[in-house]
């Protein structure tokens, strides 16, 4: 829901894989990544067929799973300016797969004629913004020193798609650097390379009621964001989010039997009935209410970030004397 342009990149280009290695595998020749092509024979066509589709399956299926990790981005900043992100960052990732090219040919003596197909200089560059604005949630630890975080699952489908070609490393440079450069406040890339407004519409009127999606009305509301577009999310990241708190859960029950976890649901009820009428029928006088307790303004913005309302993230701080990591996950769990 509210990413019809990650949606379009995760059917259409895979789609497109399968049947090219599938049924059409005379025509695969028509969407390699030929530098040699490009650059002797002018074949500036090859840069938009050999940079969209992926020709390696496994290529398409990692890339695949990072456009629909990476669909918050578009939630968060508009189908327009996402866009606009990705048309900037492939441009000058393109410019930057030749560049490179030519200094390891200069450097090394490496002649590299082809690279690897596929839309993978913009999912590359997708890292940036998700290393620098995703804030980094720990969920549990490993052997006592590996922490798990929300992050590391992407982390790792990264690792995979940077080792499954010989020179994929090229592509995930120039993406990386493009992905610095379009941030960048300094260059102002975001003002020039960006999709202008009445193609945003054209687009809008003709392809987004196709890729669009009905908002789902069958699910029991999950988010407690502080906007709408945050709310639809959560209900999004639900499935995903519940594989890694079911061992956190696992492991605090054990803790609980124990009798080294202390129960949170008794010190305080959770924080959806806050507002309930029953709860206000029993809510302690103002004479026995402890003096509320300072709280950072840094870790409430953070808490914010993730999309929780800033009254829930005083109290869940408030009650956890200040401790991020457990404030964070009461609030996931209730």
Request: charged share 15%; proline share 4%.
């Amino acid at each position: 829901d509210k990413a019809p342009l990650s949606k379009s990149l995760l059917l259409v280009p895979s789609a497109i894989s399968i049947l090219l290695t599938l049924l059409f595998q005379h025509y695969q020749k028509f969407f390699a990544y030929n530098l040699q092509a490009i650059k002797e024979d002018f074949q500036i066509w090859r840069l938009v067929c050999g940079r969209t589709v992926c020709l390696d399956l496994k290529d398409t299926f990692c890339s695949s799973l990072l456009i629909y990790n990476f669909r918050i981005f578009e939630r968060r900043y508009g189908s327009r300016k996402f866009s606009s992100f990705l048309l900037g960052v492939w441009m000058l990732s393109a410019l930057f797969d030749l560049l490179l090219v030519e200094i390891t040919q200069y450097i090394f003596g490496i002649t590299i004629n082809s690279l690897p197909s596929g839309f993978l200089g913009p999912v590359f560059a997708l890292f940036v913004p998700f290393y620098s604005s995703i804030p980094r949630v720990q969920v549990t630890q490993v052997l006592g020193h590996f922490s798990i975080t929300n992050k590391t699952l992407v982390y790792i489908l990264g690792l995979q798609l940077l080792t499954s070609g010989s020179y994929i490393w090229i592509l995930a440079l120039s993406g990386l650097v493009s992905g610095i450069c379009y941030n960048s406040s300094i260059l102002k890339v975001h003002r020039i390379l960006c999709v202008p407004s009445w193609v945003a519409k054209i687009f809008s009127w003709t392809l987004e009621p196709i890729f669009s999606s009905a908002e789902p009305t069958n699910e029991v509301r999950v988010g407690m964001g502080a906007t709408v577009d945050i709310q639809r999310q959560q209900r999004m990241e639900l499935l995903d989010r519940q594989i890694m708190m079911s061992q956190v859960a696992q492991m605090r029950r054990q803790r609980q039997q124990q009798g080294g976890m202390i129960n949170w649901n008794r010190l305080f009820p959770p924080l959806r009935h806050r507002h309930n009428a029953n709860y206000q029928d029993h809510r302690p006088s103002e004479q026995d209410t402890p003096p509320p307790t300072e709280v950072s303004e840094e870790q409430v913005a953070r808490l914010m970030e993730m999309g929780f309302s800033r009254g829930d993230a005083l109290e869940a701080l408030r009650a956890s004397n200040n401790d991020l990591n457990v404030a964070t996950n009461f609030l996931l769990q209730h």
